[in-house]
């Protein structure tokens, strides 16, 4: 029977290390989406291509991600690879012919990743991928007919963008063929940096602003107990924003939470302990990583079981791209060789 659900796209590149910023602010929501939605998550590794990226690398962790997503339990039949599926690039091809160059030009990302890419490189090489590839993101999410794209209210500029390049389409072939997709707004956590809580945890930062979900014990109570709490900016009856993302932490876990609501009695009664607070973090952080680490470790002992669970459904899941594409051609005027 046909899944008649509302369907979700969501993607990621695949930039290596998963880390509890990266699962908290998106993998959990993946998770958590499988329960109500018709589902499609996308390792884009055709997007990783628009900055300067290592060619030994990409597709190890295009693998990598999909084993870490998959141990934290985002369901395989949802999962595909980008490259795997070819359509995408075809429809972002004719997606082009209806995006001006002046939108692409205006997007945000743009401006920051291509000052940030021309002042790193020695060539100053900026790629016309990295200015296109709002356009291929469009064909991302078009491509499936997703009702909702769950994005932070920073992304907003983008699904404007295929909205816009939507609704074009539909008024040029004069029919109502995509359905316009909508941002899911969900609560997810805002994890920052243990080592500098001004700032959001990022791998780009180094080493000592992340902790990676699948880190050893060690290192991850290592990076607790150094993590900072009070900056001595902070306003009197404030909370500040070191202890506020240890609080987020314990919470966002699922783990230790009569201790959290302990922790909180006690701040609100001045009589907090930091490292008691640490503790409890560390505990909570350590109990759900080691059930991640635990099925990770089984996915690893069958890689290949895993390579063609992924291989299958994203065989699967290019039958909706193939079969939007045909019809797309099909309105656009493009000749056809019936899939």
Request: proline share 3%; glycine share 6%; with cysteine.
């Amino acid at each position: 029977m046909e899944d008649q659900r509302k369907s979700v796209l969501s993607c990621m590149q695949p930039t290596g290390l998963m880390h509890l910023g990266n699962y908290f602010g998106a993998v959990l929501n993946w998770v958590e989406l499988q329960k109500d939605y018709r589902c499609f998550f996308g390792v884009v590794d055709y997007h990783a291509m628009t900055m300067p990226y290592n060619i030994q690398k990409l597709r190890n962790n295009s693998w990598d991600m999909i084993t870490d997503v998959v141990a934290v339990g985002v369901k395989p039949e949802n999962l595909f690879i980008q490259s795997l599926i070819p359509e995408h690039a075809e429809l972002g091809w004719i997606f082009n012919c209806f995006c001006s160059y002046g939108h692409l030009t205006r997007m945000t990302q743009f401006k920051d990743k291509s000052k940030n890419n021309e002042a790193s490189s020695k060539e100053g090489f900026i790629s016309a991928g990295l200015l296109d590839y709002p356009v291929l993101q469009a064909a991302d999410i078009l491509i499936y007919r997703a009702n909702y794209v769950p994005v932070g209210k920073d992304q907003d500029q983008h699904l404007e963008l295929t909205r816009s390049i939507a609704q074009r389409f539909n008024n040029t072939v004069g029919k109502e063929y995509f359905v316009l997709p909508e941002t899911l707004h969900t609560e997810t956590p805002k994890i920052k940096s243990t080592a500098d809580p001004s700032r959001k945890m990022s791998k780009s930062a180094g080493e000592k602003h992340f902790i990676g979900v699948f880190s050893d014990e060690a290192r991850i109570r290592k990076q607790i107990r150094s993590a900072v709490t009070d900056t001595g900016d902070t306003k009197p009856g404030e909370m500040s924003e070191g202890v506020e993302n240890l609080f987020q932490l314990i919470k966002a876990s699922g783990y230790k939470q009569n201790e959290y609501e302990q922790l909180q009695k006690d701040y609100s009664n001045g009589e907090l302990k930091y490292s008691d607070l640490k503790d409890v973090v560390a505990d909570a952080i350590v109990e759900m990583t080691n059930v991640f680490k635990e099925r990770k470790k089984e996915l690893l002992e069958d890689k290949r079981e895993l390579k063609y669970k992924i291989k299958q459904s994203s065989e699967e899941i290019r039958k909706v791209a193939q079969e939007t594409v045909k019809e797309v051609k099909d309105l656009v005027g493009l000749m056809n060789i019936k899939f």
